[in-house]
């Protein structure tokens, strides 16, 4: 089992920044990737970016690349998104998944992230 827990969200303005926190344990060997999802209200989940758990490798939705980044924290053991250029449009609950051949096996619950324009 891999339990994930993501750090609390926000309010910001747009155009601002926040960064994200998941925070990461138990088998961590079951899992390749760290993903980054979101839900808007009324739309589906979405996939934000995804960073390789043993390495440094990236990649994200075209939708937020070169805004968005992702980065491992080793000593906390956590991944964390950071978030700019932030727009109305990426106000979601946000959502990060321990993946393995693809696949979202393990979820966090989930952290809501408002943008005001």
């Known amino acids: 089992q891999v339990h994930l827990v993501e750090s609390v969200g926000g309010l910001v303005q747009a155009g601002g920044s926040l960064r994200l926190s998941c925070a990461v344990s138990?088998?961590?060997?079951?899992?390749?990737?760290i993903d980054w999802f979101r839900q808007a209200p009324g739309k589906e989940r979405a996939f934000v970016g995804r960073l390789n758990w043993r390495g440094n490798s990236a990649y994200f939705a075209d939708s937020v690349k070169g805004r968005f980044t992702m980065s491992k924290d080793n000593a906390r053991n956590t991944v964390d998104l950071q978030m700019n250029s932030l727009k109305p449009e990426d106000t979601a609950v946000y959502y990060c998944a321990g993946s393995r051949a693809g696949n979202s096996i393990y979820w966090g619950q989930g952290t809501q992230v408002t943008v005001s324009s």
């Open positions: 138990g088998r961590t060997f079951d899992i390749d990737t």
